[in-house]
């Protein structure tokens, strides 16, 4: 975030920060990137947003007539984040009435008003309610019990020297892939479980698959059937 826009000030001293102390920043993104496989991750309790009261188009302020926050248009920079800050029904905040203010393209500005109506219909759809505090309890001893990323990554990572199992080359790919994705949010973003919950699945498998998968075939392509 932040090149090209106003936000270029903050932008270019983050850059400054890093090269003055890049190993402070170095230790920063190895801990987060621990923090990834090693740490567990309990739920935020759910609570959903209720409909804003309609306000008037203007009100007073200081004896001055001025637009209402609910009468005035996103700024323009807010098109990039789309409609992920309206997960209720009050979506009309957070879109441009004027899509040609943030698109010049005739094409792109009827596209951006059917997404907006689209999404104002998903929106209607949804269910506005809270999460199960109970449920989520039991979901929060799961996490906690169950072994942590980095147990799964140090099996499989061991099978894979000493087993050697068939296929070995995909799985190494797989996890190099996994590796970069939390690296590239470790170098950027504050140590978050949504980054690593949806590749946990993978370190598993690839746990398992070495364990257990047939081992690679020997030399000039012939597997030994003969026992050890």
Known sequence: FGRSSN?????????????????????????????FVAQGFALD??????????LPPTMQVDGKTLPSPSA??????????????CPTDDID???????????SE?????????????????NAQLPLRDGNRTLATKLDTLSFDS???IVWLILGAAALALRRPRGGLALVVLLAAAAL????????????????????PLFLLVAVASLSGPRARGKGGLRSDRPA
Do not use: N
């Open 45 to 54: 309790q759910v609570r959903r947003g209720r409909s804003y009261p309609r």
């Open 7 to 35: 936000y270029d000030v903050l932008y270019d001293a983050a850059l400054e920060a890093v090269r003055r102390h890049p190993g402070w920043y170095a230790r920063s993104v190895a801990s987060t990137f621990w923090h």
């Open 147 to 149: 072994p942590r990323s």
């Open 72 to 85: 005035l248009s996103p700024l323009v920079v807010a098109a990039r984040y789309g409609f992920v800050w």
């Open 181 to 200: 994705v939390l690296l590239v949010h470790a170098v950027s973003q504050s140590p978050q479980a949504e980054f690593e919950l949806p590749l946990a």
């Open 93 to 103: 905040p957070c879109i441009f009435r004027r899509p040609a203010r943030a698109f």
């Open 106 to 122: 005739v094409r792109d500005q009827r596209r951006y008003s059917q997404l907006a109506s689209r999404v104002r219909s998903w």
